[in-house]
C-alpha cells in the first residue's frame, strides 16, 4: 500500500499563495493522486485529481513530478475559509488517505 | 445536487451492543464506502463495495461487516461494539473510474458514535 505523509499543519495570510507537499514513496504504476478538503463537522470534499505532471482548475493546482512519490497542492491568494484539513489520497487498487494538513489562514 | 445522507449525526451505544450505520446515496454510484476519522489518523477505509452485494475489506475491517442489498444502501455493522470503536464515521460513494482508479468520492456529514 502507498503510505502517505504530510505536514501537520500549516499557517498562512490572507493573499499568500500556499503549497501543501504530500509524500508517498510507494505509489503504484495506477495509482491516481487526489486532494480532498474538509471543514468541521462535514465530509470531505474533492479538491482535485492528477496522474502526472500539472492539473489546474479553478481552484487549485496540482504538481505531480516526473517519480511520482510526491505532490504538491498549491492554493493561489488563499482567504479565510480556506482554513480547512486537507487530505491526500492515493488512489487505484486501494484507498489511503493521508492524515491530513490542517491549514489556518490569519487576516 | 450529489447526496450522500448518513442515518444519524450522533449515536451513543453501550459496549457490546449491535450497531447499525446506514448510508444512502442518491446519485446510482456503483461504489460505496465506509471510513472512519480519528484524530491524528486521518481517514482509514473500513470496507468498500463496488456493486450490490460485493464487499471488499480495506485497511480496519476488524470487528465490522457490512451489507449491500440496494445498490443505493451501504450499511456498516458493528456486531459487538466496544469502547475502541468509539469515532467518527464517514460513508463515501463515487462512480467507477478508468483502470480501476476511483473517481471523485461524495462524502456524507458523518456519524459520530461513541461507545460507553
Known amino acids: 500500500l502507498a503510505k502517505t505523509t504530510q505536514p501537520i499543519s500549516m499557517d498562512s495570510y490572507e493573499g499568500q499563495e500556499v503549497n501543501i507537499t504530500c509524500s508517498h514513496n510507494?505509489?503504484?504504476?495506477?495509482?491516481?493522486i487526489t486532494w480532498y478538503q474538509q471543514f468541521p463537522s462535514q465530509g470531505p470534499r474533492f479538491i482535485i485529481q492528477?496522474?502526472?505532471t500539472k492539473v489546474t482548475n479553478e481552484v487549485a493546482s496540482l504538481f505531480i513530478p516526473a517519480d511520482r512519490k510526491s505532490s504538491t497542492l498549491s492554493l493561489p491568494r488563499v482567504s479565510l475559509s480556506d482554513t480547512a484539513v486537507y487530505y491526500c489520497l492515493v488512489q487505484g487498487r486501494a484507498l489511503t488517505f493521508g492524515s491530513g494538513t490542517r491549514l489556518q489562514v490569519q487576516p | 445536487d450529489v447526496k450522500v445522507t448518513q442515518s444519524s449525526r450522533y449515536l451513543v451505544k453501550r459496549t457490546g451492543e449491535k450497531v447499525f450505520l446506514e448510508c444512502v446515496q442518491d446519485m446510482d454510484h456503483e461504489n460505496m464506502f465506509w471510513y472512519r476519522q480519528d484524530p491524528g489518523l486521518g481517514l482509514r477505509l473500513i470496507y468498500f463495495?463496488?456493486?450490490?452485494?460485493?464487499?471488499e475489506k480495506g485497511d480496519i475491517p476488524e470487528g465490522y461487516s457490512v451489507s449491500r442489498e440496494k445498490k443505493e444502501r451501504f450499511s456498516l455493522i458493528l456486531e459487538s461494539a466496544s469502547t475502541n470503536q468509539t469515532s467518527m464515521y464517514l460513508c463515501a460513494s463515487s462512480p467507477p473510474g478508468s483502470g480501476g482508479a476511483y473517481n471523485e468520492q461524495f462524502f456524507g456529514p458523518g456519524t459520530r458514535l461513541t461507545v460507553l
Open positions: 510507494n505509489i503504484a504504476t495506477n495509482d491516481y
Open positions: 463495495s463496488y456493486d450490490v452485494k460485493m464487499k
Open positions: 492528477g496522474y502526472k
